[in-house]
């Protein structure tokens, strides 16, 4: 399996922006097409630190091979703006701590399988696909949709 780095989908375009700290307003799972589509606030942080400013886009993983929600941990208490998303990785960079990673029956060579942990309500996404792609969005263009 290979390895994604999703912040280098936005480094080319914007040097500032990453998936750390971003918000997940909601998710789309289309199962006829096999894609997870994540509607995301990605962090801007400018030069000199600070807080960061937010703007809209959608990170689509296309042939997805398998999807994974954890529950909510016990006392997680999700924020109003979106699940906070504070790491991303591949699977394989959890090691043998965290036990309920899934397993793959089969595992092409060209697919990754990675990794999202949102702190605020103590839970991981898992998603094995093909493929993935990220998108600007226009503020006017937000939809809702899947499960938050």
Sequence with gaps: MRSIALDDLLQGEHP????????????????????VEYYVQIAFYGPAGGKPWYFPGVLTF?????????????????????????????????GSEHTAVPVLATEPARAFHHYLYFSDVNAFMFIAAMDVEFAWREVEEQRRGGAV
């Design 16 to 35: 500032g922006a990453s998936f750390h700290d971003a918000s997940i307003e909601g998710y789309y799972f289309d199962v006829r097409s096999r894609s």
């Design 62 to 94: 296309s042939e997805v091979l398998s999807f994974l929600v954890e529950a909510p941990g016990s006392g997680a208490m999700q924020r109003s703006e979106g699940l906070w998303l504070t790491a991303e990785g591949p699977v394989e960079s959890l």
